[in-house]
């Protein structure tokens, strides 16, 4: 063979060979790692819990008058929830509490929490806030109270408040303590100090040995690692949690987004995530199926996606658990920007956090009104919240009323939260 035709020959097996090492490099995850958690028959969980309701279920009917019975039952329907997605179960949840708390003329700080929990989970914060102070007037378990404050006050986004709660329950020994300095510290920006906090949390589950403690550990290290672009110890917590629980669909849900916003693997994102909805169905998996699907170039498929979302959406009623997706959704289309201006109005109104002055902003100025959205997010938002998507906001806001030289730090941080924000992002930010 001539000299000239093996150089051809050689580059391509140059070229090829790097590919293949590009390719190892970008990969994190391994079907084989995971795939046994895809098809599991049965949940062990979620049938004691359901054995557990029909055992107290048969005692309350013989003895009425025995309200513990509702309190033990209300747990395990919020199990079953957990487990299931089953909007339902939350509201029996609810229900039963409720009875509970009625019955003791709202007089026992533990119902109390167990009701202002419920709230919580429903987006119902500002009557959480309500049983947090009762809780804590009445004076009994008063750091248990002082805990859920701090919960209630986070979300309301009162953080003097919250952290004066959180303060009253200093103790670094303590692994509820040190999961809300870990909330606290993500909050402020400093994600280095979160997981830090989050690391010791872990280090207590698993000295105790508390699978309960452990899961939460596991599950919330994943989601900070991969913030911090630390993609192969999120997608190994992960992968631990599942160890644990192999039902817990929260922690595929972790590892579906790594395949598809990593690896760029739509197929397999897919397949991870229309396994999960097998046995744990909720709204916003139409809506991750529906980012694929765009990402894939496949509009239709995207449309069907978002179209199921809403059609579920309007079967059961999810109350405003919804209510941010529903705006950013609403906020893409100038024909439906007004609709989500209603929504971000109640929601600023049920909680005024940075997050929904940024829906606010956001759907200002998707309705032309720049200079609106522009003033709101400097009262309201700038300095207030490090989210990825707020900055995305933030910077369409500055370009909107020309204020180029704000949009520029806020473009060179978002190209380094791709991972975070979805690889539909990408042409978007590269475009500010």
Known sequence: MKPY???????FTILFIFACDTKKENQITNTSDYNKYLTIEGNKSLDFAKKEIDFWQKKYDAAPNQDTYLGLMASHY??????????????????????????????????????GRNYISQHRFKEALVLANKALAIGEGLKESQKLLFDVQME????????????????????????????????????????????????????????????????????????????????DNYLKTLEIDPNYSYALKGIAWIVFSHERNTKEAKRIVEAIELTHNTPDFYLLKSEIAEFEGNEKEALVNKNAYFAMLEKNNYGAMYNKYNTLIYADSKETASKALEIAKIEVAHRPTPDSYNLLAWSYLNMGENKKALEIVNKHVVGKTYEPNVQYHLAMIYKSNNEMNKVAPIKKELLASIYELGPNMEEKIKQL
């Not at 035709?5 to 580059?11: N, R």
């Open 5 to 11: 035709k093996i150089i051809p020959a050689l580059v």
């Open 78 to 115: 919020a199990k079953v929830f957990e487990c299931t997605g089953d909007i339902e179960n939350l509201y029996k949840t609810e229900e039963l509490l409720t009875k509970v708390n009625v019955d003791n003329n709202y007089s026992r700080v533990s119902n109390l929490r167990s009701l």
């Open 156 to 235: 309301l986004g009162n953080y003097s408040e919250a952290l004066a709660n959180l303060n009253a329950i200093k103790d670094m020994n303590d692994f509820d303590y040190l999961i809300r300095l870990a909330k606290w510290n993500d909050h402020i920006g400093d994600l280095e100090t979160a997981i830090s906090f989050m690391e010791k949390a872990k280090d207590i589950a698993e000295k105790e040995d508390n699978k309960t403690l452990k899961i939460w550990s596991y599950s919330n290290l994943g989601d900070f690692y991969g913030h911090a672009g630390r993609l192969q110890e999120s997608y």
